[in-house]
């Protein structure tokens, strides 16, 4: 039942009462005579709310109220997940803006080092490469540490996944912007591949070793990489 006369929800709502959620405050009517349900908020450390189904077998119920409790556990699920996501969301997102300032402070030192390589006279050569050896070490321990969070942001992500929330509605409620983050599904952080971030730190790792090699060779000094 979606609908319903102003005359008959008190009528609907006292026969119903039995099976009111704990949460459950009231119900009106809306615009075009829709149900509109209010609940105390939840936290979303609740249990989920679950169906009385035993109230079907419950023959003092009218076809009417039967549909009022359905239709109020639909709207009281919809808010307990809405609760339940944010609060996860909140907790995983926990400490990872520091980590990912840290990962962007140590990917921006490796690659201002390997690209001041261009400009050192050659008597620094050796000594940029090796403070370069260090960043590139630095910005994938990084990335390795981002991962870690990164799957836990996206395992509560992909808890929430079939549901109809929005997830940019929900990381704006915890007041969370992640739009620069690197958080893959969770099948991206499956052992044997690494994590996204660290796949894409190793990838421009290899990159840049391969052109240091390139150059020590083709200068005819391959100790320089």
Known sequence: MTTISAADIDKVAEEASAY????FTGASVG???????TFR???GAEEEPERPLYSWKDESLTPASRAFIDAQYDEGIHLWREAAYAAAL???TNGAASLWDTYTRARATMDELF?????KPDTHWRATVS??????GKA????????????EISTVDDNFLYSDLSRADTYKAVAVDASEWVIGSRYDYEAF???PLAREVQKRIDAQREHLRTVATLSGDRHQA
């Open 131 to 136: 403070q370069l050896v260090a960043a590139q």
């Open 115 to 119: 690209t001041s390589l261009d400009s």
């Open 41 to 43: 908020p939840f936290t």
């Open 193 to 195: 591949r690494g994590g």
């Open 20 to 23: 009111h959620h704990p949460h």
């Open 31 to 37: 615009r075009f005579n829709r149900l509109v349900f």
């Open 140 to 151: 994938l321990d990084a990335a390795i540490t981002w991962d870690r969070k990164g799957l």
């Open 90 to 92: 909140k907790q995983a």
